[in-house]
């Protein structure tokens, strides 16, 4: 790692597509330039368009294709985001830097034709950078999400969760609160789901997890002392509300994990608070969802190192 930005971790890699494998980013991008002097005033739009006119676009280009991304297609577009007040809109950023593009297509019209070269401008202070994507869409967007349902996830969020827990292939897992099953599909293992919703579980199969039971997150219909991982991101009755036991005893989930789990087991969860009910948590990292602060957690049982 050689650096952090507002929303982005700046790194060197070597020029394979291993660095689309990377599950926990929301995207990949190439440093294309970097510069100062953007201000809040549309005068300062002139040394964005600058800017993108010196970008080696062509060579990018080619580099993009060693990283696994794919070749040059009809369209180009830039996204643009800036912190702090300005007296221009983010798609005048983007046509400033888009003008001197070929085959630019402003956002402002509509999406550009797939299958082109998307370019993000990002304007942090007076200090922008102007990358470019190397997948041919966000690595966000997982193949496998065909449905969601309200709290899902964010799949790079889900596989952080699951590198914490130190799922290793062969792992017993389960979600007792699985939605659309973001978690069990960024995870290896032998993985079974579980929710009192019926339109969560549908969606969790139409998304490909491949077990899928539907019970109560209280009452796990599995054998005491069997699990080796919990993964969960229990309903914070927000986004999603609790259901049959937990909407009047919400500790009865950690009871109930705390049964399954095997003696060296761990769970891994995302919660508002870090504290995890009758058991010894290990690590606490503070994230923001939409907003709003929250933990990933990894906890064992007591006594357990």
Known sequence: MERIRHREVWFTAPPTP?????????????VG????????TRADLSRV?????????????ALRERYGGPSV???VE???????RR??????????AGAALPGYVSRRHGPPPPGGSSWRLSVVGDAAVLALRVAGRPLHRRPYRE????GSLHPPLAAALVRLAGVTPGMSVVDPCCGAGTLLLESPGRRLGVDACPVALGSARANGVPAVTLADAGRLPVASGSVDRV?????????????????TDPARLWRSVRRVLRPDGAVAAVIPEPDLPGLRVTTTLPIRIAGRPAHLVLGRLPGRR
């Open 18 to 30: 291993a660095v689309l494998d990377l599950r926990t980013a929301d995207d990949v991008f190439l």
């Open 33 to 40: 330039a970097g510069f100062s002097g953007v201000g809040h």
């Open 49 to 61: 368009s600058r800017a993108a006119a010196r970008l080696p676009v062509d060579h990018l280009l």
């Open 73 to 75: 297609g009809p369209g």
């Open 78 to 84: 830039v996204v643009a985001s800036f912190v702090g």
């Open 87 to 96: 007296n221009y809109s983010r798609y005048d950023l983007e046509d400033a």
């Open 147 to 150: 449905r969601s349902v309200p």
């Open 231 to 247: 993964l969960v991101n229990p309903p914070w009755d927000r986004q999603a509300c609790s259901r049959a036991s937990l909407a």
